[in-house]
């Protein structure tokens, strides 16, 4: 797979905005995902986004996608106690339907 | 969004028994289901994939003889650990790859996971 770098930890005040970055090496990817895990839960998927957009606003989410740095980013306004999870960037790339997953940031959101 | 269930969601089980893990995807039909593998704190290791009616796809360094993968029906794929050792102990999820027909677009849902320990 490829490489893809993520910050490990990040900690923020509820209130505040969370984001968290994701750097991938593969220019073909098509469709680039967000996905949330709980504490010993599965994947739950949070919003994606084509590679042919640059950004996309769901509620309290937004992604942008600089493909010319290969930089995804997932904001979350107004962060809660219960946005605390591991966020794993997430991609396919042409030809394929495979996806390849980041390391997983951990948010930790302090009352 | 869609749903995917796993069963069971936790197990226990001795060294050199057999387990076998179920995926069903509850609202569609999924041609392609995957098997992931998850250590603690760390990322989704893909196993293989699992495709209706044919053999399933692994990936380098897994052991095809030691995860049995059976893509039964649109609805279900099933993981056998064969004689289970305490190093297979892990969490196992699924997921279902939704082809989004009539919507345009697809994407992938994940089974909740599989906690299995091998004692």
């Known amino acids: 797979g490829e490489d893809v770098e993520q910050s490990l930890f990040l900690s923020v005040r509820e209130g505040d905005s969370s984001v968290i970055n994701c750097t991938y090496t593969d220019s073909s990817s098509t469709y680039l995902y967000w996905y949330k895990q709980e504490p010993g839960a599965g994947l739950q998927l949070l919003t994606y986004?084509?590679?042919?957009?640059d950004m996309k606003q769901d509620q309290r989410l937004t992604v942008l996608l600089n493909k010319k740095d290969k930089h995804l980013s997932l904001r979350i306004a107004d962060t809660q106690t219960g946005d605390s999870a591991i966020y794993f960037c997430?991609?396919?790339?042409?030809?394929?339907?495979?996806?390849?997953f980041g390391k997983g940031t951990k948010l930790s959101v302090i009352p | 969004g869609a749903v995917v269930s796993q069963h069971p969601s936790r197990v226990i089980c001795k060294s050199g028994t057999s387990v076998k893990i179920e995926c069903r995807s509850l609202d569609f039909q999924a041609t392609t289901m995957f098997w992931y593998r998850q250590f603690p704190k760390q990322s989704l290791m893909l196993m293989a994939t699992s495709n209706e009616g044919s053999k399933a796809t692994y990936e380098q360094g897994v052991e095809k003889d030691k995860f049995l993968i059976n893509h039964a029906s649109l609805t279900l794929s099933t993981l056998t650990v064969t004689s289970a050792h305490p190093e297979d102990s892990s969490f196992y999820i699924c997921s279902a790859r939704d082809l989004g027909v009539g919507r345009g677009e697809e994407t992938q849902y994940f089974g909740p996971g599989t906690r299995l320990l091998v004692l």
């Open positions: 997430a991609w396919t790339w042409a030809g394929s339907y495979q996806l390849t």
């Open positions: 986004i084509f590679s042919n957009m």
